[in-house]
Nanobody, 124 residues
């Protein structure tokens, strides 16, 4: 059974940093593109960043450019999201998801397996 589990969220002051982790079980990540998504209160889920199975990166949200970095460590079956210079508007539940492809998709429906999310709250 395929499973993704996010961790690393928490309460952080503006300007702070977090590293989120997405660990896969039941399958290996090396053949899957993995995306990070987020959903803020009262808003729709949006794509943040995605990394292909080959390490190519796609930015979905311009608001995170230069502050967020996605990476993968296939040996640990883990994908990371490094978040720097956090802003209050980054507050959201962050999800990772595996696409049914080596490559990043522009459609949420193409991501087949989802984690349950980790809460990131940015507040002073």
């Amino acid at each position: 059974q395929l499973q993704l589990v996010e961790s690393g969220g928490g309460l952080v002051q503006p300007g702070g940093s977090l590293r989120l982790s997405c660990v896969a079980s039941g399958f290996t990540l090396d053949s899957y593109a993995i995306g990070w998504f987020r959903q803020a209160p009262g808003k729709e889920r949006e794509g943040v960043l995605c990394i292909s199975s080959f390490g190519g990166r796609t930015t979905y949200a311009d608001s995170v450019k230069g502050r967020f970095t996605i990476s993968r460590n296939n040996a640990k079956n883990t994908v990371y999201l490094q978040i720097n210079s956090l802003k209050p508007e980054d507050t959201a539940v962050y999800y990772c998801a595996a696409a049914g492809s080596h490559y990043c998709s522009g459609y949420a429906r193409d991501f087949q397996s989802w984690g349950q999310g980790t809460q990131v709250t940015v507040s002073s």
